[in-house]
T-cell receptor, first 116, second 117 residues
Framework: GENVEQHPSTLSVQEGDSAVIKCTYS??????FPWYKQELGKRPQLIID?????GEKKDQRIAVTLNKTAKHFSLHITETQPEDSAVYFC???????????????FGQGTILTVHP | GAVVSQHPSRVICKSGTSVKIECRSL??????MFWYRQFPKQSLMLMAT?????????EQGVEKDKFLINHASLTLSTLTVTSAHPEDSSFYIC?????????????FGSGTQLSVL
């Protein structure tokens, strides 16, 4: 099955700085990579995703990059704000059935703290 | 985006009792829903895949007789934790793949915090 590794486990930045979280995956056939933001006690919220046919996708202050050869993808948050503080999870689907199943394997999570 | 509703949000029960959690897709039909469990400060772990009209598929190590899943309609899946024990205390969260136009995107319910005394 898919193995997703996420780093770092915690990340502390000053407001206005950039934050980068990285994930690696094991299955080269994986073709969809979402990022979720989860605040304490709440549901994970999809913040951005990327398919394997593109290398980068951007949505305002958030961007995701994908390196299929190296099998890793990263979340980039620029001009961080205190409200960006949360736990961020990357995920990837198992290759068997791909995204059509909707199953996801999640990374271990990164606790992001943005200090005012 | 697609809306997934989950109830209850929090439940406290005595050891040995059973607890039912409901997950509904409000504005789309979900032939497949997923149940995850999340312990404090940990990641989401897939427990089972709920298929409308058929038996659920459980992940390795998840007891199917303890975590009963029923997916009787295209908009409702339920998870029943039977004979709950303190070690079952966790955050349970369902998810469903969105409908037309959202294809592979996975949307989550609001989660249920289960505390077994």
């Amino acid at each position: 099955g898919e193995n997703v590794e996420q780093h770092p486990s915690t990340l502390s930045v000053q407001e206005g700085d950039s934050a980068v979280i990285k994930c690696t995956y094991s299955d080269s056939a994986s073709n969809y990579f979402p990022w979720y933001k989860q605040e304490l006690g709440k549901r994970p919220q999809l913040i951005i995703d990327i398919r394997s046919n593109v290398g980068e996708k951007k949505d305002q202050r958030i961007a995701v990059t994908l390196n299929k050869t190296a099998k890793h993808f990263s979340l980039h948050i620029t001009e961080t704000q205190p409200e960006d503080s949360a736990v961020y999870f990357c995920a990837a689907p198992p290759s068997r059935g791909g995204t059509s199943y909707g199953k996801l394997t999640f990374g271990q999570g990164t606790i992001l703290t943005v200090h005012p | 985006g697609a809306v997934v509703s989950q109830h209850p949000s929090r439940v406290i029960c005595k050891s040995g009792t059973s607890v039912k959690i409901e997950c509904r897709s409000l504005d789309f039909q979900a032939t497949t829903m997923f149940w995850y469990r999340q312990f404090p400060k940990q990641s989401l772990m897939l427990m089972a895949t709920s298929n409308e009209g058929s038996k659920a598929t459980y992940e390795q190590g998840v007891e199917k007789d303890k975590f009963l899943i029923n997916h009787a309609s295209l908009t409702l899946s339920t998870l029943t934790v039977t004979s709950a024990h303190p070690e079952d205390s966790s955050f349970y969260i369902c998810s469903a793949r969105g409908g037309w136009g959202t294809n592979e995107k996975l949307f989550f319910g609001s989660g249920t915090q289960l505390s077994v005394l």
